[in-house]
């Protein structure tokens, strides 16, 4: 799953939908927004919480059963979880769904799919807030990139939107995190599961969902 690209060697392009300009399109050219830091991880847990969906990624202690030595808190917004991530990952394109396709690069390299990791224990966490995400598969080897394109930015760009909505030429990316096949399945798995049960339990998201559709 990647963003789409610019050409325009800008980072990060806003622009309104054609014909809607209620909704906002946001390209992001992910060769040109690397993440300012990175880290591996060994254990994720995804749930909802009352800032939005709190996504933990931690490094499992060597001696420590369910603690995590070092761990990343990010915080994602309910309608950029549903609209973006969840669609994302579920989206048809010729070779599968992203989805489908970690699943099977899962099988291929042997790792299989991961039931249940439980809950962790967090020695220390550093948090972040994000509202897209690039996600990238090569064999065995998985990345996730979380950016944040804050309120005041993206309302700045709004302005900008009628002369091509080019904005923040020195747009970063927050954070990479590094993990395996089978790690970025259990992700997805526990992501796709709970965008269902936030557009259940809010018919309003489920209609923005929609509405975001191309």
């Known amino acids: 799953m990647?963003?789409?690209?610019?050409a325009t060697g800008t980072a990060i392009v806003v622009?309104?939908?054609?014909?809607?300009?209620?909704?906002?399109?946001?390209?992001?050219d992910a060769a040109l927004a690397p993440p300012e830091r990175a880290m591996f991880a060994d254990?994720?847990?995804v749930e909802n919480v009352r800032d939005g969906v709190r996504m933990l990624f931690g490094k499992l202690h060597p001696t420590k059963p369910n603690l995590c030595?070092?761990?990343?808190?990010?915080?994602?917004?309910?309608?950029?979880?549903v609209s973006h991530l969840c669609r994302s990952v579920e989206a048809s394109r010729p070779e599968g769904s992203f989805h489908e396709v970690v699943e099977k690069a899962a099988k291929r390299f042997g790792y299989g799919r991961i039931d249940s990791l439980g809950r962790a224990e967090f020695d220390r966490v550093q948090a972040f807030r994000s509202n897209?995400?690039?996600m990238a598969l090569h064999d065995d080897d998985a990345a996730i990139d979380f950016f944040h394109l804050d309120a005041a930015t993206m309302q700045l760009a709004l302005?900008?939107?009628?002369?091509?909505?080019?904005?923040?030429?020195?747009f970063?990316?927050?954070?990479?995190i590094v993990v395996?096949?089978?790690?970025?399945?259990?992700?997805?798995?526990a992501c796709v599961h709970l965008g269902q049960e936030l557009k259940t339990a809010n018919p309003e998201l489920a209609d923005l969902d929609e509405a975001s559709a191309p």
Do not use: N
């Open 180 to 189: 395996s096949p089978a790690l970025l399945l259990y992700f997805l798995d």
């Open 43 to 45: 254990h994720v847990q």
């Open 15 to 28: 622009k309104t939908a054609p014909g809607r300009p209620d909704l906002v399109q946001v390209s992001i």
């Open 159 to 170: 302005q900008g939107a009628a002369q091509g909505g080019h904005i923040a030429p020195d």
């Open 132 to 134: 897209f995400v690039y």
């Open 69 to 81: 030595s070092a761990a990343v808190e990010v915080s994602f917004p309910p309608r950029s979880f």
């Open 2 to 6: 990647r963003p789409k690209e610019s």
């Open 172 to 176: 970063r990316g927050i954070l990479r």
